[in-house]
Nanobody
C-alpha cells in the first residue's frame, strides 16, 4: 500500500518563502498525477496545484499563480511546493494527494484523488 508523507510545514512571516515536500512510502506510486490541496480553519479543502506523471504539465489555482511552484523529482515519488511571497491567507493545512487513474491533471476536485497524506501545517504570521 502506498502512503504519502508531507514535510516542511512551519511558521513563516508574511512575504517569506517556504518549500514543502511530499514523498511516497510503501510500494511505488506508479503512474499518477500528484497534487497539493489546502484547508484553512472553517473552510473547505481547496485545490492548489497539480503536476503530471512526466513533471512537464502543471496546473495551479489562480490565487497562488506567480507565487507558488509545483515540481516533481525524476524518481516520480517526490513532489515539492515552493511558496513565495506568502500571505496570512495562505495559512492552512497542506495535503499531498495522488490520482492513480491519470497521468495528466484533469479535474481539480478532491474526489479525483484516491491517495492522501496526513497534511502539514503552514502558518503565515502578519
Amino acid at each position: 500500500q502506498v502512503q504519502l508523507v508531507e514535510s516542511g510545514g512551519r511558521l513563516v512571516h508574511t512575504g517569506g518563502s517556504l518549500t514543502i515536500s511530499c514523498t511516497t512510502s510503501g510500494r511505488p506510486i506508479g503512474k499518477s498525477v500528484m497534487a497539493w490541496f489546502r484547508q484553512a480553519p472553517g473552510k473547505e479543502r481547496e485545490f492548489v496545484a497539480a503536476v503530471s506523471w512526466s513533471g512537464l504539465t502543471k496546473s495551479i489555482t489562480d490565487s497562488v499563480r506567480g507565487r507558488f511552484t509545483i515540481s516533481r523529482e525524476g524518481d516520480k515519488n517526490t513532489v515539492h511546493l515552493q511558496m513565495n511571497s506568502l500571505k496570512p491567507e495562505d495559512t492552512a493545512v497542506y495535503y499531498c494527494a495522488a490520482d492513480t487513474d491519470n497521468v495528466v491533471p484533469a479535474e481539480s476536485k478532491a474526489y479525483e484523488y484516491d491517495v492522501w497524506g496526513q497534511g502539514t501545517q503552514v502558518t503565515v504570521s502578519s
